[in-house]
Each structure stands twice: as C-alpha cells, then as structure tokens.
C-alpha cells in the first residue's frame, strides 16, 4: 500500500524559505517519478516540480525556476522541496505525487500540506 505524507507547510513572509518533505511508503523511488503539485484558492492543481532518479531528470514550472529545488532521499525514501525567496502568488495546498504513467499521469498522491506566504 502507497502512503505519501506531507509535512512542512507553513506561514511565511515573502522573501523567505520553507521546506517541504514527502515521507514516502510502499514506493521505490528507483522505479517511480516524483512531483510536487500546488493548487491555490480558485486555481486548478498544477504542476511544481518532478523528479525521475531513473532518467535522471528535474524538471520546474518556469514560475519556480531558480527558487525551488526538488531532492529526494532514497535512504529515507523521502521527498523534498525547497522553496526559497518566497512569493505571495505561491501560497497554495501543495501535494506530494508519485508514479506517473505513460499518459503523465501520477498514480498515488497526499493529503497536501498549506503553504501562506504574506506579503
């Protein structure tokens, strides 16, 4: 059974830093794609950050781009995120996703943890 539990969350002023952490169970990060997914009031859910250890790839949303960095931790087989110099526009549920499929579709997500970034 898949488990992804965020943690990390938090109130924030613009400018400063969080990090994110996705404790992951029941996943191999060998063989699954990781992401960060945010979703604000009024917005649809879109995509943060991924991360492929077996492509060896990172990718950013270009609105994160040189502020956010995504790692993962095989012997912890955790997720991170750090979120630096940080914007209101960036308050929003963010969410742990896993395993994406051929049709780029993450099969396994968390229960999201908040993140408030005033101004």
């Known amino acids: 059974q898949v488990q992804l539990v965020e943690s990390g969350g938090g109130s924030v002023q613009a400018g400063g830093s969080l990090k994110l952490s996705c404790a992951a169970s029941?996943?191999?990060?060998?063989?699954?794609?990781m992401a960060w997914y945010r979703q604000a009031p009024g917005k649809e859910r879109e995509v943060v950050s991924s991360?492929?250890?077996?492509?060896?790839?990172?990718e950013y949303a270009d609105s994160v781009k040189g502020r956010f960095t995504i790692s993962q931790d095989m012997t912890k087989n955790t997720l991170y995120l750090q979120m630096n110099s940080l914007k209101t526009e960036d308050t929003a549920v963010y969410y742990c996703?896993?395993?994406?499929?051929?049709?780029?579709?993450?099969?396994?997500w968390g229960q999201g943890t908040q993140v408030t970034v005033s101004s």
């Open positions: 991360i492929s250890s077996w492509r060896s790839t990172t």
């Open positions: 996703a896993a395993c994406r499929n051929s049709g780029n579709i993450f099969a396994y």
């Open positions: 029941g996943v191999r990060f060998s063989m699954c794609d």
